[in-house]
């Protein structure tokens, strides 16, 4: 199967601060999703980027398919954007998500 | 516009039983994933169902079994449950034919929190 490594494991942001997340992926993939999980279990969808890069608000992405990596981009980071963030990839319809990047935004 | 709905929310089973969980797919979606996700961990890819068929399968064994109705609702069954089957199981709806920007984009449900005894 298809490993995908995200990084940092662990970030902890004085609210305001701006933040990327990695996402690499070992095996070329036809979609990439990067997902949202609050604390009570639900995945939000931020965007689906298989490649290009897409904004919508405070958060943008960018992946280079040729390269197998993904960036997440969180500008002026508030205590909402806590939780843990989720890259995910597919490839002949199997899905791989990552271990995720938990994320605490302190006030 | 329902977004993807599981039930139950919550369920308590012991080792040796066997459970049934439900979801109903995003009006428009014709395919369902199933996942796991344990504590602390992401997501783990248990199946996919389109045309009432698992078009693909991840790495769980036999006890785990689903099935995909003409309506497009999903259920997936666990059989001789084990300790280690306790997570929160998570649907996925995606392909919105009629979407034509990121037709395949998943979108999940709220999850069913299995522990099992």
């Known amino acids: 199967g298809i490993q995908v490594e995200q990084s940092p494991p662990d970030l902890i942001l004085q609210e305001g601060a701006n933040s990327t997340l990695r996402c690499n992926f070992s095996?070329?993939?036809?979609?990439l999703q990067w997902f949202h999980q609050n604390p009570w279990g639900q995945l939000i969808n931020l965007f689906y980027?298989?490649?290009g890069t897409k904004q919508n608000g405070r958060l943008s992405a960018t992946t280079v398919a040729t390269e197998r990596y993904s960036l997440l981009y969180i500008s002026s980071s508030q205590t909402t954007d806590s939780g843990v963030y989720f890259c995910?990839?597919?490839?002949?319809?199997?899905?791989?998500f990552g271990t995720g990047t938990s994320l605490t935004v302190i006030p | 516009d329902a977004g993807v709905t599981q039930s139950p929310t919550h369920l308590i089973k012991t080792r040796g039983q066997q459970v049934t969980l439900r979801c109903s797919p995003k009006s428009g979606h014709d395919t369902v994933s199933w996942y796991q996700q344990a504590l602390g961990q992401g997501p783990q890819f248990i199946f996919q169902?389109?045309?009432?068929?698992?078009?693909q399968r991840g790495n769980f064994p036999d006890r785990f079994s689903g099935h995909q109705f003409p309506n497009y609702s999903s259920e997936l069954n666990v059989n001789a449950l084990l300790l280690g089957d306790s997570a929160l199981y998570l649907c996925?709806?995606?392909?919105?034919?009629?979407?034509?920007?990121?037709?395949?984009?998943?979108?999940f449900g709220p999850g069913t929190r299995l522990t099992v005894l």
């Open positions: 995910a990839v597919e490839r002949s319809n199997q899905f791989y």
């Open positions: 169902y389109y045309e009432e068929e698992e078009r």
């Open positions: 095996d070329s993939v036809n979609n």
């Open positions: 980027i298989p490649s």
């Open positions: 996925a709806s995606s392909r919105d034919p009629l979407a034509r920007d990121s037709p395949d984009t998943q979108y």
